[in-house]
């Protein structure tokens, strides 16, 4: 047991977050996006509120201040408006991070594309569509 830490930080997962260096980038994924396939390190959360997850994250992962948009995130193809949760993402990171951020948002086969290139994956059980974020680490 460690103080302060928030207790869906498991051991595995705070060695991944801490093994990243500036400029990594993590993926945080729903239910239905194929972390498996992607060939990064997955730490899988049995938990099916994304937004629970990005709070415990963010707790202990600095957001890149060198990029302009260190949060990233897929969209359908059609449509690029955010959805309720993705919304919900965006003003917790700035309230963690303290700037105005925004998000840089993929459409869906590029989003697999620069997730392939991630360097971990947390996959959770969220069930919105849609729910799924690149994040790219800063310094501490």
């Not at 059609?78 to 919900?88: E, F, I, K, M, Y």
């Not at 086969?109 to 069930?127: K, N, P, Q, S």
């Amino acid at each position: 047991m460690l103080k302060g830490i928030d207790p869906l930080l498991s051991g595995a997962l705070l060695k991944m977050l801490d093994e990243l260096g500036h400029g990594d980038q993590l993926v945080i994924a729903d239910r239905n996006f194929p972390s498996f396939t992607q060939g990064s390190p997955v730490v899988h959360l049995a938990v099916d509120d994304v937004l629970r997850v990005f709070d415990a994250v963010l707790s202990v992962f600095p957001l890149d201040t060198f990029v302009d948009q260190p949060l990233e995130r897929i969209s359908p193809a059609d449509d690029l408006s955010p959805n309720a949760v993705q919304t919900a993402v965006l003003e917790l990171a700035r309230r963690h991070d303290g700037r105005p951020l925004e998000f840089n948002v993929l459409p869906r086969f590029d989003f697999y594309g620069r997730a392939g290139r991630a360097h971990a994956v947390i996959h959770t059980l969220e069930a919105v569509p849609y729910c799924c974020f690149i994040l790219t680490k800063g310094v501490v």
